[in-house]
C-alpha cells in the first residue's frame, strides 16, 4: 500500500499526477471484436462511433484493421484500394494485418485456397508501402493487435492532438465510377478498363459495341461483354 505524508502540503498534494487515461475511438463494426474487447480490458476507454474511414483512430492516427480472410478478399473485390486512397486523409496511417500465427498470408502452391497467386500479395503489399505510402504491421493474433493499439494510445497520450471525425468517403467523378463498374467484370483489370474507356467512353457503347471492335481494343477479354450481352 502507498503511504503519503498527511502533514504534505496541499499545494505538494496536486503536483501529484495521475496517469492520463488512455482513449481510443473505434468503428461500430468492431464493437464485438475481440480486440476492442481486450483494449477494455488493458484500461483503455474505448469509445464506438461510426466512422467513415478507418477502423480506429488514436489521437491522429488513423488505423485499418483486417485480418488475413478479409484482406484477401478485399483485394479481390478492390475495396482495399478504396480505403487506402481514403486514409491518404490522415499523414499518420497505419494497416493492421492480423492473424499470421493463425492462417498463412500466402503460399505459391495453393494460392491461399482463395484464388489469388502469392506473387499477387506480395505485389499488394509493395504497392501499399510505396505507392499508398501506408505502413503496415503483421499481428499474431487480436490480443496483439489491441497490444500494438494500446502502445500507440499510450505514445499519443503524451500529446494533446485530436483527428478529425469528420474525415469523408472520397467521391469518385464520373469516369472513375465507370472504370470500377467495369472493373467488377471477370478479367477487366484498371488498364483493361481504361483501354475500354478511352475507346467507348460508355458501358452502354461497351456492351452494344461489335465483338470485333471490342476485340481490336481489349483481345480475346471482349468474350466477357459477348455473354454479359446476351442476358
Known sequence: MPFFDIFQKSEDKGKLKKKPELKITAD??????????????????????????????IGDAAIERKTISDFISSMINKRLLRQLEELKQFEKRLLVIEGIDEQELYNDENSNGKGMHGNS????????????????????????????LF????????????ISLHAKKKARNKEEQIQYILEGFPGIGPATAKKLLKKFRTIKNIINADIEQLKEVIGKKAE???????F
Not at 468492431?30 to 474511414?53: D, I, P, Q, R
Not at 509493395?126 to 490480443?143: G, H, M, N, Q, R
Not at 502502445?151 to 485530436?162: N, P, Q
Open 28 to 57: 461500430l463494426h468492431e464493437k464485438n471484436s475481440l480486440v476492442a474487447a481486450e483494449l477494455v480490458s488493458l484500461g483503455v476507454n474505448v469509445e464506438f462511433k461510426h466512422l467513415k474511414v478507418a477502423d480506429y483512430l
Open 121 to 148: 500479395i506480395r505485389g499488394m503489399l509493395l504497392y501499399i508501402v510505396l505507392e499508398a505510402k501506408c505502413p503496415i504491421i503483421f499481428t499474431k493474433d487480436y490480443e496483439d493487435t489491441a497490444k500494438f
Open 151 to 162: 502502445l500507440i494510445a499510450r505514445r499519443m497520450s503524451l500529446g494533446k492532438k485530436e
Open 224 to 230: 466477357i461483354f459477348k455473354i454479359v450481352g446476351e
